[in-house]
Structure formats: C-alpha cells, structure tokens
C-alpha cells in the first residue's frame, strides 16, 4: 500500500546563498532605520535624557512638550501649507505637462519631431549648477522672487517626465486611438478618456516622485526665498535649527514633524513607488 502523501503546510528550504542574503539585506535595514529611531526616539526625550551618558535607546520619561513648544514657537502650520501648496501645484504641472508633450512626441507626426524629442533628452544630461544662475535671473526678471511662484514655474516641466510618459503611450495600440477619431473623439477628448486612463500605471509613481522631489527641494527655494512665512518645511527645519541649535530635545520634534508626511506618503502609496521602480 502506497504511502499517504503528506497535505498541509509544506516547508520551505533555504540554501546558504539565500541566507546571507537575507542577513546582509537585514543588516543594511537595520543601519538605515536606526537614525530614524534614534530621531523619534529623542523627540520624546527632555534635554537632559539626550544628553545622558551612556544614552537611553527609549525616553525614560516620554513627553509631549517638544511637540507643543515647536507648534506654538514656529509657524509650522505655516510652512507645511507652502510646502504642500508648491508640492502639489508641481505635481499637478508636471502630470498635465508631461502627458500632453508625452502623447504628442509618441502618436503624432510634425517636422523637427526627433530633434526636439533629443533635445528635451539632452536638458537631462545638464547639471543643475549650470542652470542655476540664468534660472534665477529669469525668475528675478518676471519679479517673482520672495514669492512662492518662484518654486512652481520653473519646476513646471520635466524632461524626465516627458521621456517616461512617451515611452509609455508609445506602447498603447494605435488602433484604440482610431477607433476613437472614428467615433468623432476630438484630440483632446481621446487624450482625456483614452490616454489617461491608460496611462495612470505610469502617471501614479511619476506623481509620486514629482512631489516628494519638490517636498524635499532644499537649494532653489534657500536662493529665491527670504521671508518666513513663505518658507517650505526644509528651510523652516535650517531655521528652527540655527534658532534653537542647542535644543535637540526641540530639533527632533520638528524633525519628526517635518518627516511625518513623506513617512505617510510612503505607506500609503509604497505599491506605486515599489512598481515604479520595477517599470524602470
């Protein structure tokens, strides 16, 4: 009589190549999230608790004031509504933008059309310090320094954006597209009910990326920006710094405020940023 076979819960092996691997990847995990606990961790922390030798991986007597104190002494709410105003006014462009010029350089025909798809590709190769200069001498000629403007206009168009969007429609069928024309579609009607849809796989990790690019953006807006109410978190967190440079109890609360929304961003969206970077 023939054994019976086994059911259930099968078990899985693991060779020592895999093994290492997974000690190496968890290695590498560790040390990068440890600053980010040793941050959160200080946040909750007095003074005193941080500066204690040898130190306390957790708060012994966990507190709120740091976040209380950084609150009602700065303008955060200030800086988190500029921050999030440039971010999604960017994002917003760059979409619109990048899919418009993305769909026109992949589905039509017009004279200089591989020259200009080459020259939008060389802008790429150009490092920013060289575009710095003559960017905020246009900036300041149109009057927009000290203004929030100056960090949403000349992010409006990304050159990376409208590569990746090309790439992308160029693969959607050329006979959706007809059969849309046929159907007495105007262009701008098929560009919105056809290639939008079909494009939001990309369009998603793409907004993504644009905005936590510009959340992030630290050099432009400390050279077009001087006020402090129209500062972003990234220079607000400089200033609250050099203001309080001693505090890192009051540092690491307005760290963790800063950071807390591109943490959330994150976790919601990780699927996107996950096969964004697969697509790529």
Known sequence: MAAPIARGRTTRRYDAGTILLYA????????????????????????????????????????????????????????????????????????????MAGYIFAKFEFPLKSTLFMLILVTLMIPFPVIFIPSYLVVSYLGLLNNLLALIIPAAVS?????????????????????????????????????????????????????????????????????????TLPLALVYFNSTHAQRYDLVMASAVLTIIRIVLIFLIFQRWIIGAFMLS
């Open 24 to 99: 190496a990847l968890t290695i590498f995990a560790v040390a990068f999230l440890l600053p980010f606990f040793l941050m959160l961790s200080a946040a909750f922390k007095t003074a005193d608790e941080i500066m204690k030798i040898p130190p306390d991986l957790l708060p012994q007597h966990p507190t709120l004031r740091n976040f209380s104190y950084v609150l009602s002494h700065a303008p955060f709410f200030t800086w988190y509504r500029n921050s999030l105003l440039v971010s999604t006014s960017v994002t917003a462009l760059v979409l619109f933008t990048s899919s």
């Open 159 to 231: 050159a990376f954006g409208v590569f990746m969007i090309r790439q992308h429609i160029a693969g959607i069928p050329n006979d959706l597209i007809e059969a849309a024309r046929m159907d007495g579609a105007s262009e701008l009607a098929i560009f919105r009910m056809v290639i939008l849809p079909l494009s939001i796989p990309m369009l998603a990790p793409l907004g993504i990326f644009t905005f936590l690019s510009a959340w992030n953006d630290y050099l432009w807006p400390l050279t077009v920006i001087n006020d402090v109410d129209k500062q």
